[in-house]
């Protein structure tokens, strides 16, 4: 009996929940299993028709990242050990390339970052989380989300941090950062803080599903900017925006600041300097 495009997903889902954090597979998978279920497509050799289909689907970053998805999945089907089809369809499928963007850089004010961290920290989560910890953590660092999720004890040496791993939404760990980039960043006072008052009670450091953290950052900004504290609804990355601009603003060499943010300098000169002091416009 052929194996259908919904029911092969529902096999690799099972077999990734073996290596995947239960909150993962609450949240991330089953989010993509609403839109697998809804396509009209059941015939698994249909690869690049589901895929078209998916493409086809809004909104466009939510269509992409279930894309990715279905791209694994066929991976494993095809794999000589599982041969659920005999090959891969969609092995030279390109993605479309993702709609131009400006990046918005958003640099949170020196007088609202305590605002973010005490709402980040005003209500308890079922699971313990400290997500204000997680968010100063960014902050101090300019880790990405995924990378402070994959920290973990060992990769502390003499008060620096080595960051090689990234905790993706789409397949979990992952043994390599955004830009394939090692690097190591030094930990200031405030960070070895939170270290220092955080339980080893797990390999990883921050070990809580990083959706769950964007989801509760988005609540807790909502209510900080419906109230008028904040001028912008920030966003997770706006913290790693913010540490960027403040090491800008500190002098510290443009050479040193892409060493420790993982990009290349003439990101950090495109997109962060100039734009980093909080200046008013003079009236003329």
């Known amino acids: ?18 290596t995947l954090c239960p909150t993962s597979m609450i949240s991330d998978y089953r989010q ?15 690869g690049r028709q589901i895929m078209a289909w998916v493409l086809g689907q809004k909104p466009i970053k939510s269509s992409r ?15 000589e050990d599982i041969a659920l089809i005999l090959r891969n369809p969609i092995t030279t499928y390109k993605m479309p390339k993702p709609p131009q963007e400006e990046i918005d850089i958003i640099v949170i004010p020196q ?41 973990k004890w060992e990769d502390i040496k003499e008060n620096k941090v080595l960051v090689h791993g990234n905790y993706t939404l789409t397949h979990g760990y992952k043994n390599s950062t955004k830009t ?22 797990d390999d990883y450091i921050f070990p809580w599903n990083r959706h769950a953290f964007q989801s509760y950052f988005y609540e807790r900004m909502c209510e900080l900017y419906t109230s008028g504290l904040i001028q912008n609804r920030y966003r ?6 913010t540490a960027i601009s403040r090491w800008i603003e500190a002098q510290i060499p443009v050479a040193q600041v892409a060493n420790w943010a993982g990009n290349s300098s003439e990101v950090i000169w495109q997109h962060y300097v100039n734009v980093t002091q909080e200046y008013e416009m003079p009236v003329l």
């Not at 066929?74 to 794999?79: D, I, N, Q, T, V």
């Not at 997770?236 to 925006?241: A, E, I, S």
């Open 32 to 46: 993509v299993e609403t839109w697998i279920n809804k396509c009209p497509l059941t015939d698994l050799n249909e």
């Open 180 to 201: 394939n980039r090692k690097r190591w960043v030094p930990l200031n006072a405030r960070t070895q803080e939170i270290l220092s008052k955080t339980k080893k009670t």
């Open 236 to 241: 997770p990355y706006d913290l790693r925006h």
């Open 111 to 151: 007088s609202e970052t305590s605002l973010v961290l005490t709402a980040l920290n005003s209500k308890p989560t079922r699971n313990g989380a400290r997500w204000s910890d997680y968010a100063e953590f960014m902050l101090q660092t300019a880790m990405r989300t995924g990378e402070v999720r994959a920290l």
């Open 1 to 18: 009996m052929t194996t259908t495009f919904q029911a092969a997903w529902v096999q690799f889902k099972n077999e990734r929940a073996v």
């Open 65 to 79: 990242r279930v894309a990715m998805y279905v791209k694994s999945l066929y991976k494993w089907a095809s794999s």
